[in-house]
């Protein structure tokens, strides 16, 4: 009863896992406005913050407290992926010099910045996975699973790969 499900078929991955890989989709389109904003300075207590719902969320079940349903895990897993998005791209660019970032403990504007884009990124994702519920058709639970199914792969395994050959590549340069 973790996963979301369309026209009577369950999907692929549970809700919270629905929610950081469409949230992460998002968050990477919305990433070239991040970077066109004048704001250069990543706060990292700014980005902690929109994880630990997912933390207390996880926590809350593992030991059967409090209440959360399939709704409160997408939320979760939406603004964690979304803000590591906004957090580690930045800084992975830095590191390969690509772009020009400082980080410090906290930067309200910087709070200001990733707040707006979450929500933004929230909607959107919600927008996007109440459409597929409420078309409640097999097609559409056909295109979300194909979606959901090889955004895993290209999420969990070709970006760490690329990211690895990378920095190898940059610190070879460097060498």
Known sequence: MRSFYIAGFKLP?????TGVYVGAFFAYLALPFIFKCSEKTIGVLDTILF??????DGVLQLYG?????????????VLASSNIIFFI??????????????????????????AYYSV??????????ILFISLNNFIGFIILSIFLTYYVILHNIVLPVVAVI??????????
Request: glycine residues 4%; contains cysteine.
């Open 120 to 129: 933004l990124v929230f909607l959107v994702s919600l927008f996007i996975l």
């Open 89 to 114: 791209i930045p800084i992975f660019l830095n590191l390969i010099g690509v772009f020009d970032i400082e980080v410090k403990l906290h930067n309200s504007n910087w709070f200001k910045l990733i």
């Open 13 to 17: 991955v549970c809700s919270r896992c």
């Open 65 to 77: 407290l409090g209440w959360r349903n399939n709704w409160t895990r997408f939320l979760t897993g």
């Open 51 to 56: 994880t630990v719902p997912i933390a207390i």
């Open 166 to 175: 990378i920095v190898i590549k940059y610190a070879l340069k460097q060498a």
